[in-house]
């Protein structure tokens, strides 16, 4: 995963092929997702951090967990350009063909898959404009679905990213146009719920 690796970043390549997941992401909206909007994240935070040499051997998750700490001119780079990467990286990791059943840990802790679903839905339309919806673990271990604007990392948060889900229009526009709830519903169809649970293991 991208998110311990260091300065420059690399574009990671998508993990199946770009048609894979269809009908319900199409080839053509991954084109644009992977290659152009996360190869930009990567650019410009590869741009932001090249003067800043003292962060060059920061991994990514260690830039978003302690943004606070870092100089105010890189801060919002790294903000929105660390954060569109590894929500990205994460995102696409998190996609896989095939239905798989809800995590049984996740299922428990939201009283079932049907309401894990509902509420993650629920967070995912309730975000004005563009963000993502998270399950995040807590600091106590609790598994919590949360909404984050713009390319707002739970990390930042002293929470553990676990599963997001990309509302930005760019993920889902050219497929769905204005009906994001259409795309949420296909977006359950596609998670790699296995790679959660491993996630969840410890
Ligand atoms: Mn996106």
Redesign the pocket.
């Known amino acids: 995963m991208i998110a311990q690796t260091t300065y420059p970043f690399q574009l990671p390549e998508l993990p199946y092929a770009y048609e894979a997941l269809e009908p319900y992401i199409d080839r053509e909206t991954m084109h644009f997702?992977h290659d152009k909007?996360?190869k930009t994240y990567v650019d410009n935070l590869n741009k932001a951090l090249e003067p800043y040499s003292q962060y060059h051997s920061w991994t990514l998750e260690q830039l978003l967990s302690r943004l606070s700490e870092l100089p105010e001119g890189l801060q919002k780079a790294v903000r929105n350009n660390g954060g569109?990467v590894y929500?990205?990286d994460l995102?696409f990791d998190l996609m896989t063909p095939g239905d798989q059943p809800v995590a049984e840990k996740v299922a428990e802790a939201f009283g079932g898959a049907d309401n894990f679903k509902k509420e993650m839905k629920a967070a995912a339309l309730g975000q004005f404009g563009s963000g993502f919806a998270w399950l995040v673990k807590d600091a106590s271990g609790s598994l919590k679905v949360i909404a984050l604007p713009n390319q707002d990392n739970p990390l930042s948060q002293g929470l553990t990213p676990v599963l997001p889900l990309?509302v930005?229009e760019?993920?889902y526009y050219l497929k769905y146009q204005n009906l994001r709830g259409d795309y949420i519903d296909s977006w359950f169809h596609v998670v790699n719920w296995k790679a959660v649970e491993e996630a969840l293991k410890d």
């Open positions: 997702h909007h996360l569109g929500n990205h995102y990309d930005w760019h993920a």
